[in-house]
């Protein structure tokens, strides 16, 4: 584009006036340019910016062996009052559905009583101490980086805990090799109508150098979202090698960067669960089960190059 600029006479002070008038239309013209190509580039379809690498909508009436791997008899440490069993996962009306209900159980040390079953779904079995239970035509999915999401309705009441996260593969002492949660809901307190995005590290087994600072949707500062259990939502990242990037419905609302935290470089697998948290200051309520945890759809890309 060539502008041409020409004074109405040559008086000097006509001349520094329109020169100005002319700097400032340029200015003018250029910061418009430039927000018209940030309006292009946003209004391109997310379809051109990723590659779908897996997607599963669970339609049909089991999940995909070779792939998904559910936990039976399985816990997950002392601050989860819930047993794992394979019967709290069924598919269903194309949903992947996690009952979460009352069961006397004992849990696989025969020692520890539970009171409640929920189910655990993960990606990527091999190496999880359940080899043996594997099909033999098991290939489980993982992979480095990409947009993660999940579209799913959250069960709802006191002390319940779904979540949705990654983990590394090969299996790294933890968090050494990171840990992706990409949405946890807790049943408790001031966290009762929001969703929590969180990112753990380590250089050292177990010592963990998240401290406390996740991310919360919406923020503490603005009203909460009442519909996490009555509605579905799509819960997101998206991980690159210098940061994670937290998403609801499309709203990025968190980030974690490579200067302020170490970034997982391995392959990572899904993991989709209920728990239960043990808290003696907010109990699991009897009457509010069973709960369910409706996931419609999960899907993973890679950005195209």
């Given at each position: 584009i060539?502008?041409h600029?020409?004074?109405?006479?040559?008086l000097?002070?006509?001349t520094?006036?329109c020169?100005?008038?002319?700097?400032n239309?340029y200015?003018?013209?250029g910061?418009?340019?430039?927000?018209?190509?940030?309006?292009?580039?946003?209004?391109?379809?997310?379809?051109?910016q990723?590659?779908?690498?897996?997607?599963?909508d669970?339609?049909?009436?089991?999940l995909?062996?070779?792939i998904?791997?559910?936990?039976?008899?399985?816990t997950?440490?002392?601050?989860e009052?819930e047993?794992?069993?394979?019967?709290?996962?069924?598919v269903?009306d194309g949903?992947?559905v996690?009952?979460?209900?009352?069961h006397?159980a004992?849990?696989?040390n025969?020692?520890r009583?539970?009171k409640?079953a929920?189910?655990?779904?993960?990606?990527?079995?091999r190496?999880?101490?359940?080899?043996?239970?594997?099909?033999p035509?098991?290939?489980?999915?993982?992979?480095?980086?990409?947009?993660?999401?999940?579209?799913?309705?959250l069960p709802?009441?006191?002390a319940?805990?779904?979540?949705?996260w990654?983990?590394?593969?090969?299996?790294?002492?933890?968090p050494?090799?990171?840990?992706i949660?990409?949405?946890?809901?807790?049943g408790?307190?001031?966290?009762f109508?929001?969703?929590?995005?969180?990112?753990h590290w380590a250089k050292?087994?177990?010592?963990?150098e998240w401290?406390?600072n996740?991310?919360k949707?919406?923020?503490?500062?603005?009203?909460?979202?009442h519909t996490?259990?009555?509605?579905?939502?799509?819960f997101?990242v998206?991980w690159?090698?210098?940061?994670?990037v937290?998403?609801?419905d499309?709203?990025?609302?968190?980030?974690?960067?490579?200067h302020?935290?170490?970034?997982?470089?391995h392959?990572?697998?899904?993991i989709?669960n209920?728990?239960?948290?043990n808290d003696?200051?907010?109990?699991?309520?009897?009457?509010?089960f069973?709960?369910y945890?409706h996931?419609d759809?999960?899907?993973?890309?890679?950005?195209?190059?």
């Open positions: 060539v502008l600029f020409t004074p109405a006479n040559s000097l002070d006509r520094v006036r020169t100005h008038c002319f700097f239309s200015m003018m013209f910061h418009l340019v430039v927000l018209l190509l940030l309006h292009i580039i946003a209004a391109q379809p997310l379809a051109k990723w590659e779908v690498t897996f997607f599963d669970f339609n049909g009436n089991k995909n062996d070779t998904w791997f559910v936990r039976n008899n399985h997950h440490g002392p601050k009052l047993l794992y069993l394979k019967d709290a996962v069924t269903k949903e992947l996690i009952k979460t209900y009352i006397d004992t849990g696989p025969g020692k009583k539970y409640f929920s189910g655990w779904v993960m990606s990527d079995a190496g999880n101490a359940v080899d043996a239970e594997l099909p035509n098991y290939t489980g999915f993982a992979q480095q980086y990409g947009k993660w999401e999940v579209r799913a309705k709802g009441g006191d319940l805990w779904p979540a949705h990654l983990m590394p593969k090969p299996n790294i002492c933890w050494v090799g990171g840990e949660d990409i949405m946890e809901w807790v408790r307190g001031k966290l109508d929001r969703v929590l995005g969180t990112l050292e087994c177990g010592k963990d401290k406390g996740n991310g949707y919406p923020p503490l500062n603005k009203p909460g979202i996490y259990n009555t509605s579905y939502h799509v997101s998206e690159s090698e210098d940061k994670v937290w998403f609801v499309d709203v990025p609302y968190h980030i974690r960067t490579q302020n935290s170490t970034i997982p470089s392959p990572m697998y899904w989709l209920t728990a239960i948290f003696t200051k907010w109990p699991p309520v009897l009457k509010q069973p709960q945890h996931i759809w999960v899907r993973v890309s890679k950005r195209r190059t």
